[in-house]
């Protein structure tokens, strides 16, 4: 007769339900449980419940209360220590890896004891492709190749650029989700759980695991587990990557140390400009004929007229300096250069192949740091008021862009007159003190002598042609890092309210500063060319120590474990920042540049700053054990 019993039961089991009593079953004051207890047995058949009943359930469900909890206690911490092992599992799995390996071995691990800690049946590691600005998975778990995503879109995508975790029960209810690589790879994905991977304050990675075994979604633990593995995560990458990155160092420039062994070419007298320059290179004609079929897109050339621009995209070398020679020689001729002084553009693309062609595959002073400069002329002569400088003035400026460090061996002036190298050696005999820079000049000017690379040649009269050649020279040299405060207090001095006096300073400016005007890009491009200048440090730190015993600067010497934010610290506020800041006074048509740099200073300091806590912290670790 009571309307809460569920008749239904009884017509389903065939049983016949006379009386009920009914008890919860509480833990720690809440209802884990309810016990029910149906047709009590008496002489006379089935009875009522009555108050002896109701205590005796109830000092049974207490102890049923108590035996719950510790079976709930006890299975809570049979699934942590579960974990716990699990993880310490994946943390030796990854540990034990040798980065020499490389980068894809390194993913496989980390993929492989991502997806058995968690239990998942999948798992993708899409690293950051800042250059691209894409997410790329070269190697995963399952079948296929690399994938690639626009780092916009997606998933994983919407993980790497807002730096956060998202654990997504229903894929396919998701509109963030592609369902296209189900499609082509038959399989579907239920749930996703998706990290990102950080390695010294940034996001280098995302993790993201696909359908947790047995069908369950991904809960809050997993999250937890997750988040401390990719920790760990990121800084095996992280190590990877700087163990990479100087291995290439070191390869691009064994060429140097050829060069500079006993045995090498260098200590024997190197061949004649003519001899080495004299004739286009199977190179230079590959490369030539590749710069020829080149054509860029409107979105390419827009970018390439900005201070966003970030030359890093165009690497490697095979892929991307026929389209980079072919931007700078736009850069002429959207300046009306070509029109100008009558310039052929196959003569300026022979050109253009065999600057490039001699230069060395060092780190930082190679072909990509002379485009990246000639791009930054061509950025301030488009800022510049219109009828400042002549065409003869932007056309040397432009070319010294392209040349002022052909032939650079990665080795400053310092090492040539103290390791006596015949750089050293003639440039000391000679009294000069710019070795490096008149062997920029005396290489140039070889390649500018071969008939079919002279873009001199079309020149409407002879008296330009001498002009442009003394005004590169005085440019060029002065280049020379050595000269950098004198050539900032002149131009302090001498340019107040006139800016149309003093060419031949203000000249000597612009180049300097798009020679130094790394630190002034956005702060991930700036931060790729302070690795490479790093790596060119330490490459002429271990010469010095071969030749002369010890590193002559702290900064180049490979064990002093020197913060690279230190060092980029230096050089901006002794160096780029007072000249830039008089730059723009000069001209706040730059004003961009040195806003830049502050921003970029800023950033350096706290990087070093997060760098000092985390070493002031492993020390206090350290002194506790």
Known sequence: TDTRFNKNVDVKSGYCTKTILSM???????????????????????????????????????????????????????????????????????????????????????????????????????????????????????????????????????????DILLNIPDAYKDKR????????????????????????????????????????????????????????????????????????????????????NDSSALRKGDASPTAKYGGSTPEEVRLFERLQETTHDVSELEKATTTQFDIHQYMPQEEGLPKLLSLVSLFFEKRGLFAEFCINDIVMHRFLSAVACSYRHVPYHNIYHAVDVTQTIYVILNQMPEGLLTKLEEFVLLLCGVIHDVDHMGL???????????????????GGTSALEIHHCDVAIAILQRPECNIFSSFPNRAEEIEAYKMVVKCVLATDMALHQDSLNRFSEIYTDERTKHKEQLLLIILKAADISNVTKPFDVSRNWAYRVLEEFYFQGDLEVRDMGQVSNE???????????????????????????????????????????????????????????????????????
């Open 412 to 430: 400053n002036n310092s090492f040539h007159y103290k390791a006596e190298t015949p750089l050293g050696i003639l440039s000391n005999a000679t």
């Open 555 to 625: 900064m180049f010497d490979r064990n002093s474990k020197k913060e690279i934010a230190e060092g980029q610290l230096g050089f901006i506020r002794y160096f780029a920042k007072p000249f830039f800041a008089v730059v723009r006074d000069v001209f706040p048509e730059l004003e961009s540049f040195y806003t830049q740099l502050c921003s970029n200073e800023n950033d350096w300091s706290t990087i070093l700053e997060r760098d000092k806590e985390k070493k002031a912290a492993n020390t206090e670790l350290s002194y506790d054990k």
């Open 24 to 162: 919860p079953v509480k833990c720690d004051g809440r209802v884990v449980a309810v016990a029910q207890l149906i047709n009590k047995r008496g002489p006379e058949g089935i009875m009522a419940f009555g108050e002896e009943d109701e205590q005796t359930l109830e000092t049974f469900t207490t102890f049923a209360g108590i035996a719950l909890r510790i079976s709930e206690q006890y299975k809570t911490l049979s699934k942590e220590r579960q974990r716990a092992s699990a993880m310490l599992d994946a943390v030796a799995g990854v540990a034990d890896t040798d980065i020499r390996e490389g980068s894809k071995t390194i993913c496989c691990n980390i993929m492989h004891q991502a997806k058995t800690l968690i239990a998942a049946d999948r798992c993708s590691l899409f690293m950051i492709d800042k250059e691209q600005t894409q997410l790329y998975s070269c190697v995963t778990d399952q079948q296929g190749g690399e994938i690639r995503v626009p780092l916009h879109t997606g998933i994983a995508g919407e993980v790497a650029r807002r």
């Open 177 to 260: 989700f592609n369902t296209e690589q189900d499609r082509l790879r038959g399989y579907v994905t239920k749930s996703i759980l998706a990290v990102p991977v950080r390695g010294e304050g940034e996001v280098l990675a995302v993790m993201q695991l696909i359908n947790k075994n047995e069908g369950l979604p991904f809960d809050g633990e997993d999250e937890k587990t997750l988040l401390y593995f990719s920790s760990l995560a990121g800084i095996i990458i992280r190590n990877t990557q700087l163990y990479e990155f100087a291995t290439q160092g070191r390869a691009e420039l064994s060429s140097v140390l050829q060069t500079l």
